[in-house]
Structures are given as structure tokens and as C-alpha cells.
Nanobody, 115 residues
């Protein structure tokens, strides 16, 4: 089993920055994908950014140029640096671990961007 623990959410003003962290523990094997998804009230969960264990990244168009995903394989940790935040970035952000046969989600961390 894999457990994910997110941290770093909060309230920030438009244009501000936040850094989310996700620490994975348990049966971690490579290769794997880790990433961040978000879900705003009344909307479907959507991809924000993912990163493979060989550090290939993928971003949603809405966050390109503002968000940066990174990871440390030795520490089984992934980060999401969010800059130039907008009110439409307000959502619960979920960490995800994906490997063949395993798809694990964290409990989520709230990000609120005030206008």
C-alpha cells in the first residue's frame, strides 16, 4: 500500500504564491507517476501537473508558466510551486501516486485565492 500526506495549502491573495508538498510512504516502486489534481466546488477533478520518476513533466494549459512540479525520488516527495495565483485556482488539491495496478490519492489540501 501507498500513503500520501499533503501539506502547504492555505489562503492567499491574487498574485501570491503557495508551495504544496506531498510525501509518499509505504510500498513505493519505480517507475511511477506522481502528480497534483484539483477539484473546485461543483466541478470535476482535473489534472494540474504530473511528474514521472525520470522527471518528465506534464501541465494543464491553465497553469503553464505559473506552476512548477518537482520531486525527490530519494525522499519520495513531490512539490507544486504555485505562483501568480488567481481566484480560479481555488480548489482542493489532491496528490496522486500512479503505478501499474496502484492508483492512490491523498486526502487533499485546500487552496483559496482571494480577489
Amino acid at each position: 500500500q501507498v500513503q500520501l500526506l499533503e501539506s502547504g495549502g492555505g489562503l492567499v491573495q491574487t498574485g501570491g504564491s503557495l508551495r504544496l508538498s506531498c510525501a509518499a510512504s509505504g510500498s513505493i516502486f519505480r517507475p511511477n507517476n506522481m502528480g497534483w489534481y484539483r477539484q473546485a466546488p461543483g466541478k470535476r477533478r482535473e489534472l494540474v501537473a504530473t511528474i514521472t520518476s525520470d522527471l518528465s513533466t506534464n501541465y494543464a494549459d491553465s497553469v503553464k508558466g505559473r506552476f512548477t512540479i518537482s520531486r525527490d525520488n530519494d525522499r519520495n516527495t513531490v512539490w507544486l510551486q504555485m505562483n501568480s495565483l488567481k481566484p480560479e485556482d481555488t480548489a482542493v488539491y489532491y496528490c496522486n501516486y500512479l503505478r501499474i495496478g496502484i492508483n492512490t490519492w491523498g486526502k487533499g489540501t485546500q487552496v483559496t485565492v482571494s480577489s
